[in-house]
């Protein structure tokens, strides 16, 4: 068993954080990673707080173990869920999309420990005066929102300019990947498409079976032009957002094609108007598995690799 900084900061068996995906991470996937080992999260993105109490409440009923809640910063009321997490005794929080700074003070005196998501070395390093606990270097590899920054190439350099711990994220779905993040300094891993294919993961069948489909080359990025980019698995739908910002579109118009996607693809499983957001690791996944053998497998190749 490898245990690291972060498994003592987050009191947990892995050093591994399942990631924070809107509308897929709940409390049924949260709660089976925790009591897998890992810590499992559940995204408050723009829910309702009504709806992420509830969540909190039926993950804290699942599980004795630790787990943690994803703020993004920019939803209109990340200020309620910033209180929220306090309130009802969340022990870790997961930032992206800006600063908690304003928080910091507040969570710390709860006794939170926060973990912000960066895409870069200049953010670490503001997260770490700013009193982070530890940092999720994540590459453009992942889904969903993204950075400039592959993997490879941002974990040291964050590693190298903070003294926190650093979680690698981005491309990681088996032990070689945890092993490489690893040999590049981090101290745990993020993982987020390879949860995906689980069986506690309560996303639509249609987006399982996309996901199991995907080869290396199913992948498409949308946003890019309006500054936004967002990866996921290559539909028509994403060729026609990528169409759309080619020819310049009005902004208001290509917000109105997006407003919903995220939903429309967890949910309804809608082909024609979804986002599917995924990871480039996608085509590595092929079999759904309960999430306890998927944590198992990915430590014990790790283990083994990094044993060499």
């Known amino acids: 068993m490898i245990e690291t900084r972060i498994t003592k900061l987050l009191g947990c068996k892995y050093p591994m954080i399942q990631g924070g995906m809107a509308w897929v991470a709940e409390s049924t996937l949260a709660a089976a990673v925790s009591n897998a080992g890992g810590m ?3 995204a408050g993105g723009s829910a309702p707080i009504d709806y ?7 993950c804290k009923s699942k599980t004795d173990k630790p787990f943690g809640v994803n703020i ?12 929220l997490v306090i309130d009802e005794g969340v022990p870790i929080v997961t930032t992206g999309a800006g600063n908690p700074g304003k928080y910091m003070d507040a969570w710390k005196a709860a006794g ?18 700013a009193g982070a606990d530890a940092l999720v270097a994540e ?28 979680i690698g994220a981005g491309g990681i779905a088996d032990g070689r990947g945890i092993a490489a993040a690893f040999m590049l300094g981090a101290e745990g891993v993020q993982v987020g498409t390879r949860f995906l294919a689980t069986d506690e993961c309560q996303i639509h069948p249609k987006y399982k079976k996309l996901v199991l489909k995907a080869k290396d080359t199913d992948n498409q990025i949308t946003g890019f032009y309006s500054g936004s980019p967002c990866r996921g698995i290559k539909t028509k739908y994403t060729k026609k957002l990528q169409t759309m ?55 014990q190749q790790a283990e083994v690799l990094l044993q060499k």
């Open 52 to 58: 992420l109490r509830e969540q909190i409440r039926i």
């Open 245 to 299: 910002e080619k020819q310049a579109c009005p902004p208001e118009d290509f917000e109105a094609m997006t407003v919903g996607s995220l939903r429309k693809a967890v949910v309804d499983g809608n082909v024609d108007e979804g986002s599917f957001l995924c990871g480039l690791i996608a085509g590595m996944v092929h079999e759904v598995k309960p999430c306890k053998d998927v944590i198992e497998e990915m430590w």
């Open 72 to 83: 993004m910063l920019i939803s209109p009321n990340a200020d309620d869920l910033a209180q």
């Open 112 to 129: 939170i420990k926060v973990i912000p998501v960066v895409p870069s070395v200049a953010l670490a390093k503001r997260m770490e005066r």
């Open 40 to 42: 499992g999260l559940i």
């Open 139 to 166: 590459g453009m590899e992942s889904g969903g929102h993204i950075g400039m920054n592959t993997t490879m190439c941002l974990v040291p350099q964050v590693v190298d300019a903070v003294d926190i711990p650093v």
